[in-house]
């Protein structure tokens, strides 16, 4: 069977931060490889690496298909995640998926339109797909996910090879949109919902290490940054089922996973009530039932705004030693004048004083950020004022953006795109400079530091060493011994690159 590997680089923007942190995962993959490593990020929220990755479940069920799915997925975790409740929907419906899209039946792009360029790379893989579909009789092609909440029906009228058009909030309807469209008739839905939270849909894992997985716990935003598309694309927030998420996990638990990554925009507003109103869940009371499935397993959490992360939280990820210590609290800027024209609802100050908080509880816990160059009105000095935030702060990891201006969004409604294109750049390329200086003066800090790493697979660099990840997040390679993947090893840190740390295990 020929293989389709469906990676495409769909944020050029970021391109110098990757390049900066290539050796994040250099010491893990061959030479050969590094011209498609470069974009391994050091993150699995938002993993470049896997931009427009062909869906492959991680177990093959013993389930016959009578027909072939082939499905890419674009964007932030939340969309990875959603394409793995479409393919539960479409396995019930005798689709059974493949990696090769010339045999396909159907043909789906889970998009992402956080920046232009993500649309971008859509609709040029759109025409790619014209002759496959013109080679193959009854071939569908869909467009999900945040595009298609965008531009909705429009898209039929664009891209005239598009047959299906479904929002993130309408995935339950694709078996009765494929059966319409499968009469020549182009189908659209994309209805937000209210509740829809799919907590009921067990997902079909992807494609992965059968070690670390995703689980969703809520949708939709209702912050309304400014910059951000989200909230237009995904709807209102509303919280999953907090009981589905913890069966969900024990599940996970069960199958020999060993980490869970509680999913959404904004995880610390995550609310549940029960349905007769005689129980409320907040964040941190989910974070403890979670914790409590067994101390193996450990979970992790994104993203947090940092509005909304309270002490509770850090109180909760203090009790239990599998939450990891490590908050992803993205920052976007370090002006107060700029994060309130972001409606990011706090300034500079009281970043600070978060970030002096954790540390304060959890001196070891490991910070990361977003941050977005050249919003609409940036100055030198607001410039300045994000490099000098970022140089308190000492985040181990960022990911940096340059501002793409979102149709329909506030800041498209309210402000003038102003700042030229050139200077979002040579801010983008000071930030990232920056970022890599603090990142390795952080990870040189580890040097002679034992630590527990959970053990994700063989480095791709020398079957005889094995990789994982500390509580901080921070990738650590070591050589394999008897160890295997799913193992906990504690390790001691003897050498590092700027974004690996390299050690042996201890006793
Ligand atoms: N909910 C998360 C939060 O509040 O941090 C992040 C969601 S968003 C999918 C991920 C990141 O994309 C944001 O934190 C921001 O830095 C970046 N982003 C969003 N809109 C952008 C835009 N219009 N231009 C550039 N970067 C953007
Ligand atoms: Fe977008 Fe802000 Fe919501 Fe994050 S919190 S998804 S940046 S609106």
Redesign the pocket.
């Known amino acids: 069977m020929s293989f389709y590997i469906g990676k495409h680089i769909n944020h050029p923007?970021i391109l110098f931060s990757a390049i900066l942190s290539f050796c994040y995962f250099y010491y893990l993959f061959l030479p050969s490889k590094i011209f498609v490593r470069m974009l391994d990020l050091d993150t699995k929220v938002?993993d470049e690496s896997r931009q427009g990755e062909a869906f492959a479940p991680a177990t093959t069920g013993t389930q016959t298909y009578t027909k072939k799915f082939y499905i890419e997925s674009y964007?932030?975790a939340?969309n990875f995640n959603d394409s793995e409740i479409v393919a539960s929907i479409l396995g019930e419906e005798g689709y059974g998926p493949t990696r090769n899209a010339e045999e396909a039946s159907l043909i789906l792009l889970n998009t992402?339109s956080?920046?232009e360029k993500a649309e971008q790379t859509v609709r040029k893989r759109l025409t790619e797909f014209k002759k496959i579909k013109q080679q193959t009789p009854g071939m569908l092609v869909g467009v999900l996910g945040c595009m298609a909440e965008r531009i909705k029906g429009k898209l039929l009228e664009e891209e005239k090879l598009v047959d299906l058009v479904v929002g993130p909030d309408a995935y339950r309807s694709l078996p009765a949109l494929i059966a319409e469209a499968g009469t020549g008739q182009k189908s659209v839905n994309v209805l937000l919902s209210r509740e829809e939270t799919y907590g009921d849909i067990s997902p079909v894992r992807l494609d992965n290490n059968g070690v670390t997985s995703f689980v969703s716990i809520m949708r939709g935003?209702n912050?309304m940054?400014s910059?951000?598309?989200?909230p237009f694309t995904r709807g209102r927030e509303r919280s999953r089922d907090a009981y589905s998420i913890v069966r969900e996990a024990e599940d996970l638990f069960a199958n020999g996973y060993r980490e869970v990554t509680l999913l959404?925009?904004?995880v610390d507003s995550y609310y549940w009530t029960s349905n007769d109103g005689s129980e409320t869940i907040t964040f941190a009371m989910l974070l403890e039932k979670v914790a409590l499935i067994n101390p193996l397993l450990r979970v992790r959490f994104s993203?947090?705004?940092p509005k909304d992360i309270t002490d509770e939280v850090l109180f909760t990820m203090l009790k239990y030693d599998n939450i990891c210590n490590y908050i992803?609290l993205?920052v976007?800027s370090g002006s107060s004048r700029i994060l309130q024209l972001m409606n990011r609802t706090y300034t500079r100050e009281w970043y600070i004083k978060k970030v002096d908080r954790i540390r304060e509880l959890i001196p070891d816990c490991g910070l990361s950020t977003?941050?977005?160059t050249g919003?609409c009105t940036e100055t030198e000095e607001d410039h300045q004022e994000t490099l000098s935030l970022m140089r308190y702060a000492r985040y181990d990891l960022s990911?940096?953006?340059?501002?793409?201006?979102?149709p329909g969004?506030l800041?498209e409604r309210r402000y003038t795109d102003d700042v030229p294109e050139e200077v979002k750049k040579r801010r983008l390329a000071e930030v990232v400079a920056l970022h890599r200086d603090i990142s390795q003066e952080n990870m040189l800090k580890e040097v002679g530091q034992t630590f527990k790493v959970l053990v994700e697979g063989t480095s791709k660099r020398s079957d005889e060493q094995l990789f994982g990840r500390n509580d901080q997040n921070k990738v650590i390679v070591f050589p394999k011994e008897n160890f295997k993947k799913g193992d906990y090893v504690m390790v001691k840190v003897e050498s590092c690159t700027s974004g690996t740390l390299i050690g042996k295990a201890v006793v």
């Open positions: 923007e938002h964007g932030c939340m992402c956080i920046r935003c912050n940054c910059f951000c598309v989200v959404g925009q904004n993203t947090s705004h992803h993205p976007q977003d941050v977005i919003f990911y940096m953006y340059f501002y793409s201006e979102r969004t800041a």
